[in-house]
Nanobody
Framework: QVQLVESGGGLVQAGGSLRLTCEASGDTFRPYSMSWFYQAPGKVHEFVGGINWMSGTTDYSDSVKGRFTVSRDNTGGTVYLQMNNLKPEDTGVYFC?????????????????????WGQGTQVTISS
């Protein structure tokens, strides 16, 4: 079965940068999109950004657009989240997810209820 494993989280001061990596394993891994979600303390999962696996089209939440970038390896099941100009409000657990169902051309999943596979998450803490 498919497993998603995140890495790269840690403690960073405000204004700093961090790059998260998600590595997928599984012989039949064929997502339509992969997305990053985060969960702040006491909050529900919220969409951060994602990428359509075939086209490379990306989509971002308004809160991170211009600061974060989602990218992928062209030959493997690896996705990255480059996080720049980090703010204390970015603190939380970041999850890598995959959606295996076709929902439209160039679609990027933004909804937790439509996630097929979840990683276990990696903690990101931004200090003031």
């Amino acid at each position: 079965q498919v497993q998603l494993v995140e890495s790269g989280g840690g403690l960073v001061q405000a204004g700093g940068s961090l790059r998260l990596t998600c590595e997928a394993s599984g012989d039949t891994f064929r997502p339509y999109s992969m997305s990053w979600f985060y969960q702040a303390p006491g909050k529900v999962h919220e969409f951060v950004g994602g990428i359509n696996w075939m086209s490379g089209t990306t989509d971002y939440s308004d809160s991170v657009k211009g600061r974060f970038t989602v990218s992928r390896d062209n030959t493997g099941g690896t996705v990255y989240l480059q996080m720049n100009n980090l703010k204390p409000e970015d603190t939380g657990v970041y999850f890598c997810t995959a959606d295996i169902y076709y929902r439209g051309r160039g679609y990027v999943n933004r909804f937790a209820n439509d996630v097929t596979y979840w990683g276990q998450g990696t903690q990101v803490t931004i200090s003031s």
